[in-house]
C-alpha cells in the first residue's frame, strides 16, 4: 500500500490493467519524447535572443534605445496572430503533419537570423517565427489533454513546460561555448553561429516527429500502438466527452460558459509573473551594472531557470496526487513578491540580488498547473478545450506585447523600479483570479452534480410503478 501511494504520487493516477500501463509507457516514451524536444528547441531559439544581445548582436546591428524590446514586441505579435488559427488546424490537419511542419519552418528562420545585416532584418524574422512557433505550446496542451486523464495530467504538462525551460538553461551555457571556442571563425561572431547550431539541432527534431507523433485517440494509425491499445486510448477518455463536428455552434459554446472568459483573464494576469525570467533582466542587471564577464552574464541567469525547473516538476508531481492546482499560484506569487520586495530595496546586498532572481524562477511552476487546471476544467468539450488553450496564451502574448516595454525597457536597467512595483501588483493580481476561477469551477461542479440527481429522481417518477399483487382474502 505504502508503495503503490509513493508511485501515485511520483507518477500520477495508477494504470488499472496491464494493457493501461503499457499504453502509457508509449504514449509518455513517443508523445512526451517528441513534445520535449519540440519544446526545447523552441524556447532555445527564444533565449538565443536574448543570449546573443547581451553576447555582441547589440553591438554588430547598432540597436539603440528599446530595439531589444521591440524583437521581443514584435515576435509576440507574430505569436498572437498565430495562436488561435494553430491550435484550429490541429482539428482539420493531423498533428503528426502540422507540428513538424511549423518546426521547420521555425528551424529555417532560425538559420535566416545568423545572416541578419540589421535589426530590420530580425523583426521580420522574428515575426514569422512567432506564427510558426505559437504551435508548439497551447497546441502540445492540447494533445496531452486528449491523452492523458487528469491524475495522469499535471506531471505530463509538468515534464513537457520543464522541457522548454531547460532550452533556455541550454541557451546560456551554449551561448559560453559559442563565444569562447566560435567567436570569429569562419569570418562570423559568436552570436551568429548560436543561431546556426539551433537550427542544426531543429531540424531533424522534425523529422524524429513525422515518424513517430500519434496524432490524438480517434484518428491515432501509429505503428507502435496494437488496435486493443487504440481503442482503450479512447475508452478510457471518452465516457464524458461530447463531440461536436466543427461549426460556427463552437464560438456560441465557448462564449456563453464562463471558462473562455476565466482560465483566459487567469493566465492573461499570471503569466507575466515570468517576466523577470523571459525579458533577462538577471543578465541585463549583470550586464549594467558592469564588473562580469561575457560568460558570467550568460552563465549566471541560468539559475533562474534551474529553480524554475525544479519548482515546476515538484508543484506538478503535488498537484496530480492532490487534484488542487491553486495553491501553485499562491505559491509563485509568494515568491514572486518576495523576490520583488527584495530587489526593489536597492540597497540590499548583491548576493540577496541573486537570491531574489533567483527565487523568482518559481514563477514558472505556474504555467503547467494553470494549462492542466484548463484542460481538466474543459474535459468534456474537445473544440471548446483547444479554443480555450489557444486563448489563454493568445490574450498572455497580447498583454505581453506592450508590458515589457511599459514596465521592462531595457534603458531601465539596471534597477527596473517600475518592473518591481508592476510585479508585486501582478502576484495580487493573480490571487484575485484563481480564487475566481477556483470558485467557478466548483459552482459549475455543484450545479452538475444538482442536475444529475434532478435527472435521477425524474426517471425514477416517469419509470412504471411495480404492480402490487392482491392479498388473497382470509377465509371468514
Known sequence: MRWQ????????????????????????????????????????????????YVSGMKQEL???????????????????AGMIPNNLMLQVVPPRLWFPSM????????????????????????FIQGVSEASTFVG??????SWYKPGELGKRSGIFTSSGLAGTLFSGVLQAAVYQHLGGVGGRSGWRWLFII???????????????????????KAFYLSEEERVLSQERLDSDVVHHSLSWDLAKRVLSRWRWYGCSLLFAISGETESFGSNNLMGQWLSAVGGYTVEQVDYYPSGVTAFGIASTLVCATWTDYTRARWPVLVYMCFCCTVAAICILVW???????????YFAGASYAGQATTFAWANQICADDYQERAVVLASMNMWNNAVNAWWPLLFYPATDAPRFKKGMIAMICTCAATLVATWLVWYLERREQRLAKR??????????????????????????
Open 103 to 126: 518546426q521547420i519552418v521555425w528551424g529555417v528562420l532560425t538559420f535566416c537570423s545568423s545572416s541578419v545585416h540589421n535589426v530590420q532584418q530580425l523583426y521580420a524574422i522574428r
Open 5 to 52: 501511494t509513493v508511485r501515485q504520487f511520483l507518477w500520477g493516477e495508477i494504470p488499472s490493467s496491464k494493457l493501461e500501463r503499457r499504453l502509457l509507457l508509449k504514449l509518455d516514451w513517443f508523445i512526451l519524447s517528441y513534445c520535449c524536444l519540440m519544446y526545447f528547441t523552441n524556447y532555445l531559439d527564444r533565449a538565443n535572443v536574448n543570449n546573443a
Open 140 to 145: 502540445t496542451h492540447y494533445i496531452l489533454g
Open 451 to 476: 442536475k444529475a440527481m434532478e435527472h435521477i429522481d425524474q426517471m425514477r417518477e416517469d419509470s412504471p410503478s411495480p404492480i402490487k399483487k392482491d392479498k388473497p382474502l382470509k377465509d371468514a
Open 347 to 357: 540597497s540590499s546586498p548583491t548576493g540577496l540580488k541573486f537570491f531574489a532572481y
Open 198 to 220: 539551433d537550427g542544426v539541432i531543429t531540424l531533424p527534431i522534425a523529422l524524429y516527429g513525422f515518424l513517430v507523433f500519434p496524432d490524438v485517440p480517434s484518428t491515432t
Open 62 to 80: 547598432n540597436m539603440q534605445g528599446n530595439d531589444f524590446n521591440k524583437i521581443n514586441t514584435v515576435f509576440t505579435c507574430g505569436y498572437i
